[in-house]
């Protein structure tokens, strides 16, 4: 989907499987209220006027087709975030129109992480912030097996579903 800029926050170094035209920057320490956090200073950093969207890496069935509409330029007037609520409770995706890390940090820091409740506390956050948050539809992350075998059906087409598919059918895997 088009983008001024693609940034990958990442402990470690990125290998063959990333795509040209991204940028890498080393994950911050802390938890993952903090990491989310500096993600989005970091954006604000590299581009103080452009809108910032976070999603996680545990949503491999996702598409662009899935974003193009909602975060298109004439979907973006009155709307100060985008909020992608995840099954388990939680959330694939964050963005805010006008990322600054002050902002990133009173709506983040001290959420309770992967929890049921992770997205209701993060949704309380924006609503006490005064942002008109757009609702992304819900989709499943993976977190565990039964999430893997599930995306994977939801979007057998592509490499995460055939990966799978060929642990499973490895001689000895237990299916």
Do not use: N
């Given at each position: 989907m088009p983008a001024?800029?693609?940034?990958?926050?990442?402990?470690?170094?990125?290998?063959?499987?990333?795509?040209?035209?991204?940028e890498v920057v080393p994950q911050c320490a802390g938890g993952l209220d903090e990491r989310l956090a500096a993600a989005f200073a970091h954006a604000a950093r590299v581009a103080p006027r452009a809108p910032a969207l976070l999603v996680g890496m545990d949503t491999p069935q996702l598409?662009?087709?899935?974003?193009?509409?909602?975060?298109?330029?004439?979907r973006r007037p009155g709307v100060d975030a985008w909020y992608g609520p995840a099954a388990d409770g939680g959330f694939w995706a964050l963005g805010l129109a006008r990322p600054t890390g002050r902002l990133a940090r009173r709506l983040l820091l001290d959420v309770p992480m992967s929890t049921p409740d992770t997205g209701r506390a993060l949704l309380d956050r924006l609503s006490a912030a005064g942002l008109t948050v757009h609702h992304l539809d819900r989709a499943t992350d993976v977190d565990t097996i039964l999430d893997a075998r599930r995306v994977a059906a939801e979007a057998p087409q592509t490499a995460f579903a055939a990966c799978l598919r060929s642990i499973d059918a490895a001689p000895g895997t237990a299916g």
């Open positions: 001024g800029r693609r940034l990958l926050v990442l402990e470690g170094e990125p290998g063959g499987w990333l795509p040209p035209g991204w598409d662009a087709a899935a974003l193009a509409e909602p975060l298109s330029a004439a």
